[in-house]
T-cell receptor, first 111, second 112 residues
């Protein structure tokens, strides 16, 4: 079946880079996503990458995709305290429509 | 969260009561879905729909019903609420072949 795994916690100091990793199992995934959730709030789409891409950069965010190893990462440059949140990795399921989520990585940024 | 509206935002139910969580989108999206979010479990898919008149079960469908009579609306029904259904519920929509899935702001449900 389809599964998405992430490490549960990451702690960094303000100004450092953060790297959040994710592995997935569905080799037919077409899109892979990163969502951010702040406490008590909904899900904010941060970025996504199409499966035929290796890398996507969007301001402070860099997404790397290793399709052979089914590994996705999100790098946040110059991490700020406002980046503290839960980050979810998600893939499109076999149906091509449903999203399968990881359990989320809690990013804690200390000043 | 543009375009996906969920109501109510907060609800407290007694065990055995029924209720409907409403979800509406104004983007003419084919795909709509419901997720529940529990601590340490991430988001789990309850039901989804790829178009009006078509629904299918996700990972955790038991205790929930859905229908899709129009493209815009995808209500989630709890027929007999149980404390295990205490959760945060998110509705989402997107184009069938598109790359962006939009989420509503969530509905916090407590069953006592």
């Amino acid at each position: 079946g389809e599964d998405v795994e992430q490490s549960l916690f990451l702690s960094v100091r303000e100004g450092d880079s953060s790297v959040i990793n994710c592995t997935y199992t569905d080799s037919s995934s077409t899109y892979l996503y990163w969502y951010k959730q702040e406490p008590g709030a909904g899900l904010q789409l941060l970025t996504y990458i199409f499966s035929n891409m290796d890398m996507k950069q969007d301001q402070r965010l860099t997404v790397l995709l290793n399709k052979k190893d089914k590994h996705l990462s999100l790098r946040i440059a110059d991490t700020q305290t406002g980046d503290s949140a839960i980050y979810f990795c998600a893939e499109r399921g076999q149906a091509g429509t449903a999203l399968i989520f990881g359990k989320g990585t809690t990013l804690s940024v200390s000043s | 969260n543009a375009g996906v509206t969920q109501t109510p935002k907060f609800q407290v139910l007694k065990t055995g009561q029924s209720m409907t969580l409403q979800c509406a989108q104004d983007m003419n999206h084919e795909y709509m879905s419901w997720y529940r979010q529990d601590p340490g479990m991430g988001l789990r898919l309850i039901h989804y729909s790829v178009g009006a008149g078509i629904t299918d079960q996700g990972e955790v469908p038991n205790g929930y019903n859905v229908s899709r009579s129009t493209t815009e609306d995808f209500p989630l029904r709890l027929l007999s609420a149980a404390p295990s259904q205490t959760s945060v519920y998110f509705c989402a929509s997107g184009q069938g072949q598109g790359n962006t899935i939009y989420f509503g702001e969530g509905s916090w449900l407590t069953v006592v």
